[in-house]
């Protein structure tokens, strides 16, 4: 079974404008996690996906923003990017079928803004 | 805020020695997992352990569990070099299980020198 893929591994934007992310679950996995990872945060929860509808959301700005296709393929986006964005984006997926579940990650994308 | 709180930040042993890192949470959980990650790249699940459970084990691993004072440790037995990596604790909330959410603690950096 594949694992979780993220692309691309590495990005490098500017400031002001905006990427799009890509997460690819494990088959059969229905919930997909978005976490970002900074030296000074830590891994900070964004929001999750199950069937294509958003569960939860972390406490982040409106700038950033995900969607979850039918294939449960997952992207996020962000945009008017600023010098903070710069982080590590950690895609998790999951069976989620009853609780007491553990998170399968991708490499994860590496976001650098200038 | 950071559910999850481990301690030491960092923590240097020889490889062979036992290495026990701490984490403390603040609200009830369903369950507490134990997460590890080599530099830059995605977190793995290493073990979980459910809010009635007190001790589990896996391998050279064990973690316990104490509810009443919201803290858990992870013991690694007679550690290897290619044990050196970040570990993370993750708390699920006890939440109902509809607005899933996985918090994770800021970590603890493990060297084992060989």
């Known amino acids: 079974k594949a694992g979780v893929t993220q692309t691309p591994r590495y990005l490098i934007k500017t400031r002001g404008q905006q990427v799009t992310l890509s997460c690819s679950p494990i088959?059969?996995?229905?919930?997909v996690s978005w976490y970002q990872q900074t030296p000074g945060q830590g891994l900070q929860f964004l929001f999750e996906y199950f069937s294509e509808t958003q569960r939860n959301k972390g406490n982040f700005p409106g700038r950033f923003s995900g969607r979850q296709f039918s294939n449960s393929r997952s992207e996020m986006n962000v945009s008017t990017l600023e010098l903070g964005d710069s982080a590590l984006y950690l895609c998790?997926?999951?069976?989620?079928?009853?609780?007491?579940?553990?998170?399968?990650f991708g490499s994860g994308t590496q976001l650098s803004v200038l | 805020s950071q559910q999850g709180e481990e301690d030491p930040q960092a923590l240097s042993i020889q490889e062979g020695e036992n290495a026990t890192m701490n984490c403390s949470y603040k609200?009830?959980?369903?369950?507490l997992q134990w997460y590890r990650q080599n530099s830059g790249r995605g977190l793995v699940h290493l073990i979980l352990?459910?809010?009635?459970?007190r001790e589990k084990h896996s391998g050279r691993l064990r973690v316990t569990l104490d509810t009443s004072k919201k803290s858990s440790s992870l013991l690694i037995t007679a550690s290897r070099a290619a044990d050196t990596a970040s570990y993370f604790c993750a708390t699920d909330p006890n939440s109902g299980g509809s607005n899933y959410k996985l918090t994770f603690g800021k970590g603890t950096l493990l060297t084992v020198n060989p």
């Open positions: 088959s059969g996995h229905r919930s």
């Open positions: 352990i459910r809010s009635n459970e």
């Open positions: 998790a997926s999951s069976s989620r079928t009853g609780g007491n579940e553990k998170l399968f």
């Open positions: 609200t009830s959980i369903n369950n």
